[in-house]
DNA sequence: TAGATTGTTAATCGATTAACAATC
DNA sequence: TAGATTGTTAATCGATTAACAATC
């Protein structure tokens, strides 16, 4: 029998501990890419808050790329990073929901930065609707679907209250998104393909409370 | 040798991983507090997007609750999964940062729904200090340490610029704090004591971002 | 009793850490 | 060569899932 190894240097999945730590390591490469050419995995481990064994576990998965006796040269390192996140190409961002949260996360800085652009933001209010925020004008939710493609939307933001989120993310689906970051304390059913994440205020508390209540 | 075994019906401390479930199933016994009495661990399931055994195995860690045959009463296993959380005691809950973010965090609804109270928000900048958000006028950060106790501070949120995150941090712990909620890009050091949960929005869109590139 | 559903034990899986060989 | 640091293999740990006994 003869076994065909796959030789390909970056591997199709990586742990997704790993993946959710790898971000971290970028910003770290930045804070430090005009001082600094090189970096040992202990600096970055400093860096970003993580073992230095965990540092090294992880970029050998995208292959190794560091020199022995010598570290990982920065910005090599971050574009190897950059490449695996998928973030060297720009993804189009959408908000739905102008309220407080939609607000503040389109006045978000440092999107750009990285591969992000805030391409439109979507209310239902005749209040809002037209009016600006920075330099996008709210439009109204129901364009969404025709503006998807014309506007290159592939990540869609909910920021709506929990009763529109789950239509809000099926129309999102529907269109074709298939990545959703939901900030809305509602489950979304899953569907294959789609990726979705969920950034809860009220969970986090609950968990911070947990560790008061222990000590 | 004598071997003194602990029988609380409560452990001490439970899985992360678990901890980290519980408020979706707290959150959907609210839900159906109103309409039913009793629920199976498959109902939870659906509701919280989690599978049913792991539903049971959660819930088993906070000692047998439910019924065989039957399923969970509602209003006990709401009451026990809140006390596990420590929610069932009040919790003061101050902002750092009157920005957009700030001010989103201090308009948010469904806090004050289990155990957590809104008790002040702060500010550098001239401009926003005294300003109300809601019955709340921003304090200048200054005030911080004093009130702590006064207003019965038990967790921090940070919702200040990247650069200004640590210092508020190290204030923060100073001052007795040993919960935080950081909402800034930074890495804050690990205190012994303290809980540092991080929500990191630019980490958020990496992920979506590397699923994106996956398929 | 039969059907339903919990709660636990054992098996599997994945992630972290330890140890160390490779090599600059 | 000696010292430093990576990258990998093996060991450990923790979390999830499967199987099933307990019991309403």
Redesign the interface.
């Known amino acids: 029998m003869i076994a065909i190894s796959n030789v390909s240097s970056v591997p ?3 742990p997704t501990a790993s ?2 730590r ?3 390591y ?2 770290y490469l930045d804070q430090v890419a005009g001082s600094i050419d090189v970096v040992s995995s202990e600096e970055i481990a400093d ?3 993580v073992s230095a064994v965990q540092v090294r576990k992880d970029l050998s998965f995208l292959g190794a790329s560091g020199t022995r006796g010598v570290g990982y040269d920065v910005a090599t390192l971050a574009e190897r990073i950059a490449k ?4 060297l ?1 720009q ?1 189009g ?1 959408a908000i739905v929901g102008a ?3 939609g ?3 389109a ?2 800085q ?2 750009a930065s ?3 652009d805030m391409v439109a933001i979507y209310d239902v209010s005749k209040r809002s609707v037209g009016k600006k925020i920075g330099d996008l004008a709210i439009r109204h939710f129901d364009q969404f679907p025709e503006d998807a493609a014309e506007f290159g939307i ?2 869609g933001m909910i920021a709506t209250p ?1 009763e529109a989120a789950r239509d809000v993310a099926m129309v999102m689906i529907e269109t074709g998104i ?4 939901n900030f809305a ?1 509602v ?1 979304i059913p ?1 569907v294959d ?1 789609v ?1 979705v ?1 969920r ?17």
Do not use: C
């Not at 508390?205 to 222990?214: C, F």
């Open positions: 199709r999945s990586l993946v959710a790898l971000p971290r970028l910003r860096g970003s808050g695996a996140l998928g973030v190409t993804h961002v309220g407080n949260l607000t503040a996360l006045n978000y440092g999107f990285r591969g992000f592939s990540i929990a298939r990545a959703i970051l304390p489950e899953l393909g990726t994440r950034v809860d205020l009220a969970t986090e508390l609950q968990i911070l409370s947990y560790h008061l209540a222990q000590s």
